[in-house]
Protein backbone atom coordinates (compact mmCIF):
# COMPACT_ATOMS: atom_id res chain seq x y z
CA UNK A 1 0.00 0.00 0.00
CA UNK A 2 1.40 3.22 -0.99
CA UNK A 3 1.31 5.87 1.93
CA UNK A 4 1.99 9.77 1.48
CA UNK A 5 5.34 10.82 2.43
CA UNK A 6 4.90 12.90 6.04
CA UNK A 7 4.41 16.16 5.80
CA UNK A 8 7.98 18.28 7.25
CA UNK A 9 6.59 19.62 10.57
CA UNK A 10 9.51 21.57 11.44
CA UNK A 11 8.79 24.57 14.06
CA UNK A 12 11.02 27.55 15.33
CA UNK A 13 11.09 30.01 18.20
CA UNK A 14 13.45 32.14 19.98
CA UNK A 15 15.08 30.29 21.98
CA UNK A 16 13.95 31.17 25.15
CA UNK A 17 10.60 29.50 24.24
CA UNK A 18 11.84 26.78 22.79
CA UNK A 19 11.86 24.41 25.91
CA UNK A 20 8.18 25.39 26.93
CA UNK A 21 6.67 24.06 23.70
CA UNK A 22 9.12 21.20 23.52
CA UNK A 23 7.52 20.40 26.94
CA UNK A 24 4.32 20.63 25.79
CA UNK A 25 4.86 18.58 22.67
CA UNK A 26 6.53 15.80 25.16
CA UNK A 27 3.04 16.24 27.81
CA UNK A 28 1.09 15.48 24.60
CA UNK A 29 3.24 11.86 23.80
CA UNK A 30 3.16 10.92 27.09
CA UNK A 31 -0.67 11.81 27.83
CA UNK A 32 -1.66 9.55 24.29
CA UNK A 33 1.07 6.83 25.32
CA UNK A 34 -0.45 6.37 28.91
CA UNK A 35 -3.87 6.48 27.46
CA UNK A 36 -3.19 3.74 24.66
CA UNK A 37 -1.38 1.75 26.42
CA UNK A 38 -0.57 2.42 30.13
CA UNK A 39 2.89 3.80 30.05
CA UNK A 40 5.69 6.35 27.80
CA UNK A 41 8.29 4.98 26.23
CA UNK A 42 11.37 7.49 25.46
CA UNK A 43 14.11 7.72 24.49
CA UNK A 44 16.78 10.75 25.37
CA UNK A 45 20.11 11.90 23.44
CA UNK A 46 22.66 13.94 25.16
CA UNK A 47 24.52 16.91 24.27
CA UNK A 48 22.45 20.04 24.46
CA UNK A 49 19.25 18.36 24.67
CA UNK A 50 18.90 17.48 28.59
CA UNK A 51 18.70 21.14 29.53
CA UNK A 52 15.97 21.97 26.88
CA UNK A 53 13.89 19.43 29.13
CA UNK A 54 13.84 22.07 31.78
CA UNK A 55 9.80 22.81 31.93
CA UNK A 56 9.46 19.50 32.99
CA UNK A 57 10.61 19.75 36.23
CA UNK A 58 7.70 21.23 38.56
CA UNK A 59 5.34 20.40 35.80
CA UNK A 60 2.14 18.89 38.01
CA UNK A 61 1.02 17.11 34.49
CA UNK A 62 4.30 14.54 33.88
CA UNK A 63 3.64 11.03 34.89
CA UNK A 64 7.07 10.53 36.23
CA UNK A 65 5.83 6.97 37.16
CA UNK A 66 4.57 6.12 33.47
CA UNK A 67 7.77 6.73 31.84
CA UNK A 68 10.52 4.78 30.99
CA UNK A 69 13.14 6.35 29.77
CA UNK A 70 16.38 4.61 27.84
CA UNK A 71 19.16 6.71 25.84
CA UNK A 72 19.63 7.02 22.04
CA UNK A 73 23.15 6.80 22.70
CA UNK A 74 25.55 6.87 25.20
CA UNK A 75 29.48 7.20 26.19
CA UNK A 76 30.97 4.49 27.45
CA UNK A 77 32.44 6.25 30.62
CA UNK A 78 30.85 5.43 34.42
CA UNK A 79 27.94 6.70 35.41
CA UNK A 80 28.92 9.48 37.07
CA UNK A 81 31.71 10.97 34.50
CA UNK A 82 30.42 14.56 32.95
CA UNK A 83 30.98 12.84 29.47
CA UNK A 84 28.05 10.57 30.47
CA UNK A 85 25.08 11.28 28.79
CA UNK A 86 23.19 9.62 31.78
CA UNK A 87 24.96 12.00 34.72
CA UNK A 88 23.81 14.98 31.72
CA UNK A 89 20.00 13.98 31.97
CA UNK A 90 20.21 13.47 35.60
CA UNK A 91 21.77 16.73 36.93
CA UNK A 92 19.41 18.67 34.71
CA UNK A 93 16.43 16.75 34.91
CA UNK A 94 16.21 13.45 36.84
CA UNK A 95 17.28 14.49 40.25
CA UNK A 96 14.70 17.27 40.43
CA UNK A 97 11.37 15.16 39.56
CA UNK A 98 10.33 12.05 41.30
CA UNK A 99 10.74 9.68 38.68
CA UNK A 100 11.55 5.76 40.46
CA UNK A 101 15.18 5.24 39.47
CA UNK A 102 14.14 1.88 37.83
CA UNK A 103 12.69 3.30 35.25
CA UNK A 104 15.80 4.95 33.94
CA UNK A 105 17.36 2.68 32.01
CA UNK A 106 21.33 3.36 31.60
CA UNK A 107 24.22 1.23 30.71
CA UNK A 108 25.77 -1.63 33.55
CA UNK A 109 28.38 0.10 34.63
CA UNK A 110 30.06 -2.92 35.07
CA UNK A 111 30.46 -4.03 31.86
CA UNK A 112 32.59 -0.65 30.70
CA UNK A 113 35.90 -2.74 29.69
CA UNK A 114 33.59 -4.93 27.49
CA UNK A 115 31.57 -2.91 25.19
CA UNK A 116 30.50 -5.47 22.93
CA UNK A 117 29.01 -7.15 26.17
CA UNK A 118 27.77 -4.08 27.18
CA UNK A 119 26.14 -3.40 23.77
CA UNK A 120 24.43 -6.54 24.21
CA UNK A 121 23.51 -6.14 27.83
CA UNK A 122 21.51 -3.08 26.77
CA UNK A 123 20.14 -4.58 23.88
CA UNK A 124 18.51 -7.18 26.16
CA UNK A 125 17.23 -4.55 29.07
CA UNK A 126 15.55 -3.03 25.79
CA UNK A 127 14.44 -6.18 24.62
CA UNK A 128 12.34 -6.86 28.24
CA UNK A 129 10.76 -3.79 28.05
CA UNK A 130 9.40 -4.50 24.59
CA UNK A 131 9.60 -7.66 23.39
CA UNK A 132 6.53 -9.25 25.57
CA UNK A 133 4.31 -6.13 24.63
CA UNK A 134 4.96 -5.29 20.99
CA UNK A 135 4.90 -7.85 18.74
CA UNK A 136 7.49 -6.26 16.17
CA UNK A 137 10.35 -6.97 14.94
CA UNK A 138 11.80 -3.58 16.62
CA UNK A 139 10.55 -1.83 19.72
CA UNK A 140 8.25 1.01 19.00
CA UNK A 141 9.27 4.16 21.23
CA UNK A 142 6.38 6.21 21.88
CA UNK A 143 9.06 8.98 21.43
CA UNK A 144 12.33 9.75 20.85
CA UNK A 145 14.36 13.36 21.27
CA UNK A 146 17.61 13.63 19.04
CA UNK A 147 20.28 15.92 18.54
CA UNK A 148 22.00 17.09 15.18
CA UNK A 149 25.51 17.33 14.81
CA UNK A 150 27.09 20.23 12.90
CA UNK A 151 28.57 17.36 10.52
CA UNK A 152 24.67 15.82 10.39
CA UNK A 153 25.30 13.44 12.65
CA UNK A 154 22.44 11.91 15.38
CA UNK A 155 22.47 9.28 18.17
CA UNK A 156 25.98 8.28 17.64
CA UNK A 157 25.59 7.41 13.70
CA UNK A 158 28.18 9.36 12.51
CA UNK A 159 28.25 10.13 8.33
CA UNK A 160 30.32 7.65 6.11
CA UNK A 161 30.32 5.39 9.54
CA UNK A 162 29.90 1.68 8.99
CA UNK A 163 27.06 1.29 11.72
CA UNK A 164 25.08 3.53 9.10
CA UNK A 165 23.90 0.55 7.13
CA UNK A 166 22.99 -1.55 10.45
CA UNK A 167 19.87 -3.16 9.75
CA UNK A 168 19.71 -6.07 12.66
CA UNK A 169 21.13 -5.16 15.71
CA UNK A 170 18.86 -2.71 18.08
CA UNK A 171 21.85 -1.65 20.13
CA UNK A 172 25.48 -1.43 18.03
CA UNK A 173 28.46 -0.14 19.66
CA UNK A 174 31.31 2.08 18.12
CA UNK A 175 35.31 2.75 19.49
CA UNK A 176 36.09 5.22 16.62
CA UNK A 177 33.65 8.00 17.51
CA UNK A 178 34.72 11.20 15.87
CA UNK A 179 32.80 13.35 18.53
CA UNK A 180 34.95 12.68 21.63
CA UNK A 181 34.90 10.39 23.76
CA UNK A 182 35.42 7.43 21.39
CA UNK A 183 33.44 4.43 22.72
CA UNK A 184 29.94 4.67 22.52
CA UNK A 185 26.79 2.83 22.26
CA UNK A 186 23.53 3.77 20.06
CA UNK A 187 20.09 2.70 19.13
CA UNK A 188 20.28 2.04 15.25
CA UNK A 189 18.14 3.40 12.24
CA UNK A 190 15.59 0.73 12.27
CA UNK A 191 14.95 1.20 16.18
CA UNK A 192 15.03 5.31 14.88
CA UNK A 193 12.66 4.88 12.23
CA UNK A 194 10.05 2.07 14.04
CA UNK A 195 9.47 5.18 16.68
CA UNK A 196 5.77 6.55 16.77
CA UNK A 197 7.15 9.73 17.08
CA UNK A 198 11.00 11.53 16.59
CA UNK A 199 11.74 15.00 17.23
CA UNK A 200 15.17 16.53 16.45
CA UNK A 201 15.85 19.44 18.44
CA UNK A 202 18.09 22.12 17.55
CA UNK A 203 19.06 25.06 18.65
CA UNK A 204 22.03 27.74 18.30
CA UNK A 205 23.43 29.22 14.95
CA UNK A 206 26.03 26.62 15.11
CA UNK A 207 23.61 24.31 13.54
CA UNK A 208 22.35 26.87 11.04
CA UNK A 209 24.69 25.69 7.84
CA UNK A 210 23.60 21.85 8.88
CA UNK A 211 20.03 22.51 9.00
CA UNK A 212 19.02 23.21 5.37
CA UNK A 213 21.38 20.57 4.30
CA UNK A 214 19.42 17.97 6.42
CA UNK A 215 16.22 19.12 5.40
CA UNK A 216 16.88 19.31 1.61
CA UNK A 217 17.33 16.67 -0.69
CA UNK A 218 18.44 14.39 1.89
CA UNK A 219 18.67 11.08 -0.29
CA UNK A 220 21.65 12.29 -2.49
CA UNK A 221 23.52 13.67 0.44
CA UNK A 222 23.05 10.57 3.34
CA UNK A 223 24.02 12.59 6.12
CA UNK A 224 23.05 10.79 9.27
CA UNK A 225 20.05 13.14 10.39
CA UNK A 226 18.64 12.54 6.59
CA UNK A 227 18.02 8.79 7.01
CA UNK A 228 15.92 9.80 10.03
CA UNK A 229 12.54 8.94 8.69
CA UNK A 230 10.18 6.93 10.70
CA UNK A 231 8.01 4.92 8.97
CA UNK A 232 4.19 5.68 8.61
CA UNK A 233 2.12 5.74 10.45
CA UNK A 234 5.29 7.40 12.71
CA UNK A 235 5.74 10.88 12.59
CA UNK A 236 9.16 12.99 12.38
CA UNK A 237 9.24 16.72 14.22
CA UNK A 238 11.68 19.49 14.08
CA UNK A 239 11.74 21.73 17.03
CA UNK A 240 15.02 24.39 16.53
CA UNK A 241 14.87 27.89 17.51
CA UNK A 242 15.48 30.68 15.35
CA UNK A 243 18.97 30.91 15.37
CA UNK A 244 18.99 27.55 14.05
CA UNK A 245 16.59 27.84 11.17
CA UNK A 246 17.92 31.21 9.90
CA UNK A 247 19.06 29.20 6.41
CA UNK A 248 16.15 27.41 6.31
CA UNK A 249 14.40 28.69 3.28
CA UNK A 250 10.67 27.20 2.59
CA UNK A 251 8.08 28.56 5.08
CA UNK A 252 7.87 27.47 8.48
CA UNK A 253 5.27 25.41 10.15
CA UNK A 254 2.87 27.47 12.84
CA UNK A 255 2.80 25.47 16.05
CA UNK A 256 -0.05 23.76 16.87
CA UNK A 257 -0.45 20.34 18.89
O1 LIG B 1 25.94 11.74 22.97
C1 LIG B 1 25.96 12.55 22.07
O2 LIG B 1 26.99 13.11 21.70
C2 LIG B 1 24.66 12.91 21.46
O3 LIG B 1 23.59 12.15 21.73
C3 LIG B 1 24.77 13.44 20.06
O4 LIG B 1 24.15 12.73 19.03
C4 LIG B 1 24.23 14.85 20.14
O5 LIG B 1 22.83 14.82 20.26
C5 LIG B 1 24.65 15.69 18.97
O6 LIG B 1 26.05 15.63 18.87
C6 LIG B 1 24.24 17.13 19.14
O7 LIG B 1 24.86 17.63 20.29
P1 LIG B 1 24.56 19.08 20.82
O8 LIG B 1 23.08 19.12 21.05
O9 LIG B 1 25.33 19.19 22.10
O10 LIG B 1 25.01 20.00 19.76
Request: glycine share 4%.
Amino acid sequence: MHHPPNPLLLYSFPSDDLPRALADFVLKAQKESIEKKGRFTIALSGGSLPKQLKELINDPTVKWDKWQVFYADERVVPLDHPDSNHNLCKSKLFQHVPIPPANIHHIDPVLLDDIEELADAYEKELIREFAQKDSARFPVFDLILLGLGEDGHTCSLFPGHELITESDRWVAYLEDSPKPPPKRITLTFPVLNHASRIAFVAAGAGKADVLPLVLDNPEERKLPASLVKPAHPGQLYWFVDDAASVNVAFSKTPFKL
